[in-house]
């Protein structure tokens, strides 16, 4: 770990400095080009520029973006997260197939629909989550789909409806340890991701989930939740660094070393996974095109212990 500082003369607060590792390569390519242009020529909304992501040059590079749908104001005042906090705009019943169009427009192979909390709703946003699923599908028959979902509260009856959809997986992340579950994720319960994802895999989803490391959690605490995580059955796992977005959220307590994640990926398929992304500049959506092919994780793995 890096223990570098920087002082923030504004708040006198003190700042771990970036690492090395954390540097990412600016976007280059013909495919990402065309993407970048099809974006801003018809002013379509996706999540990997919204959120900065990383990754945002290497996934569209690879015909792979994530949407955002049910708006932009969250219902949760999570700790990590820079998406605004408030009262929700109606929902927007053409969305689904707005969505799908540009899933088309762009050529995506790979799509990623995540969404906001929407608790104000009676139906916790699941309806239109179905109608954008089933849209996706009906416009692009050979685009492969995962779904980001939030807890719905745990009701049985809105989960249900995305494993009626049938993405080819379906995530649902827990982001942090039992332990500091309350404090990153305020309106959310561990327990309750954890039955989120047992009820999808009872429904024969393929399940996937993800944690933010750094953030103040100890190794044995993200090994615990990992061994939860198997309980339920969940089949792929991403682990990434978690980076705070402005000096309002959650600071960064650790810059996680490139070989704690290597290690933390091995634990992972000893214990079972079927597929582990694991490294600093891991999100979820990360890779998320290799995510629905059952095996692959594993036998990468496997071919490269063989070399080593």
């Known amino acids: ?87 929700p705009l109606p ?56 779904t980001l979902i939030p807890d719905f ?35 959310a319960k561990y327990k309750r991701s954890l039955e989120v994802l047992a009820t999808l895999k009872k429904g024969g989803m393929r399940t996937k989930t993800g944690l933010m490391l750094g953030i103040g959690e100890t190794k044995e605490e993200v090994i615990a939740t990992m061994q939860h995580l198997r309980e339920v059955d969940c089949d792929v796992l991403t682990l990434g660094q978690y980076l705070q977005p402005t000096p309002k959220h959650l600071p960064v307590q650790r810059f996680v070393h490139p070989s704690e994640f290597a290690e933390l990926k091995e634990i992972g398929y000893e214990l079972g996974f079927d597929y582990v992304e694991s490294g600093p500049l891991v999100r979820s959506s990360y890779h998320s095109e290799k995510h629905v092919l059952k095996g692959y994780g594993r036998k990468q793995w496997q071919l490269e212990k063989a070399v080593q």
């Open 153 to 187: 509260r745990g009701i049985t009856e809105q989960i249900q409806r995305i494993i009626d959809a049938a993405p080819e997986v379906v995530s649902h992340n827990m982001e942090t340890v039992e332990n500091l579950t309350k404090k990153v994720r305020v309106q």
């Open 91 to 146: 929902v927007d019943w053409d969305e689904p197939q707005r969505v799908a169009e540009a899933i088309y427009l762009m050529k995506v192979k790979h799509a990623v629909i995540t969404s906001v909390d929407r608790d104000e709703l009676k139906d916790g946003g699941s309806i239109i989550w179905y109608n954008t699923i089933k849209a996706v599908k009906a416009l692009n028959p050979n685009t492969t789909l995962e």
């Open 1 to 87: 770990m890096e223990t570098s500082t920087v002082t923030n003369s504004s708040n006198n607060s003190t700042r771990i400095k970036k690492p090395d590792w954390l540097r990412v390569k600016l976007p280059i390519g013909e495919s990402y080009k065309h993407v970048r242009g099809l974006v801003d020529t018809h002013k379509l909304h996706t999540i990997c520029e919204s959120g900065n992501c990383p990754n945002m040059g290497e996934c569209w590079g690879e015909g792979t973006a994530t949407f955002m749908i049910l708006g932009n104001i969250c219902t949760r005042s999570c700790g990590f997260c820079a998406v605004a906090t408030g009262r």
